[in-house]
Antibody, heavy 119, light 112 residues
Framework: EVQLLESGGALVQPGGSLSLSCAASGYTFSNYAMGWVRQAPGKGLEWVSGISGNGVGTYYADSVKGRFTISRDNSKNTVSLQMNSLRADDTAVYYC????????????WGQGTLVTVSS | DIVMTQTPLSLSVTPGQPASISCKSSQSLLHSNGKTYLYWHLQRPGQPPHLLIY???NRFSGVPDRFSGSGSGTDFTLKISRVEAEDVGVYYC?????????FGQGTRLEIK
């Protein structure tokens, strides 16, 4: 069974940094694109970032480009999101998503981890 | 960016009755490889989203056959043949033919 388990969500001050991690299991991790999607309180879904199976290709929403960095460790079956220069509008539940071979649309979602940016 | 527009934004359906949600994209979702990268997800209250339909019309594993997807190019539809209580939640269409991946605003389905 495919499982995605996020961790790292926390309360952080504006301008601060935070790193999210997602541990994947139940499939051949390196064969699939991974990504992050967020959902602000009471709002819809917003794609944040994606990474190819081999980690070479990385993609970002304009809203986070230059502030967030996605990476993956295929030896540990984990994907991470390093978030810097956090702003109040980054407050959201962040979902780790599993894509498809070469395709970045979500196939499977984790349970999500809450990031709150507030002073 | 490809804009995804869903209609209606909310609907109230009697159990056993059909429901339909439209999703229109601002550009064609047909990839050069012949596939169309349009998906439908359902987010039940308090839960993460989960995949219902992939590539326009393919039901994901475990999805009841009362759910069906159709469409092509820029116009797509999700249909529920007979709504059940467990279908309550917000339905999202999403495209992944081009970055950034974009979602529709969501359609909230409630039971009458």
């Amino acid at each position: 069974e495919v499982q995605l388990l996020e961790s790292g969500g926390a309360l952080v001050q504006p301008g601060g940094s935070l790193s999210l991690s997602c541990a994947a299991s139940g499939y051949t991790f390196s064969n699939y694109a991974m990504g992050w999607v967020r959902q602000a309180p009471g709002k819809g879904l917003e794609w944040v970032s994606g990474i190819s199976g081999n980690g070479v290709g990385t993609y970002y929403a304009d809203s986070v480009k230059g502030r967030f960095t996605i990476s993956r460790d295929n030896s540990k079956n984990t994907v991470s999101l390093q978030m810097n220069s956090l702003r109040a509008d980054d407050t959201a539940v962040y979902y780790c998503t599993k894509g498809w071979p070469g395709i970045y649309g979500p196939e499977k979602w984790g349970q999500g981890t809450l990031v709150t940016v507030s002073s | 960016d490809i804009v995804m527009t869903q209609t209606p934004l909310s609907l109230s359906v009697t159990p056993g009755q059909p429901a339909s949600i439209s999703c229109k994209s601002s550009q064609s979702l047909l990839h050069s490889n012949g596939k169309t990268y349009l998906y439908w997800h359902l987010q039940r209250p308090g839960q993460p989203p989960h995949l219902l339909i992939y590539e326009v019309s393919n039901r994901f594993s475990g999805v009841p056959d009362r759910f069906s997807g159709s469409g092509s190019g820029t116009d797509f539809t999700l249909k529920i043949s007979r709504v059940e209580a467990e279908d309550v939640g917000v339905y999202y269409c999403v495209q992944s033919v081009q970055f950034p991946i974009t979602f529709g605003q969501g359609t909230r389905l409630e039971i009458k």
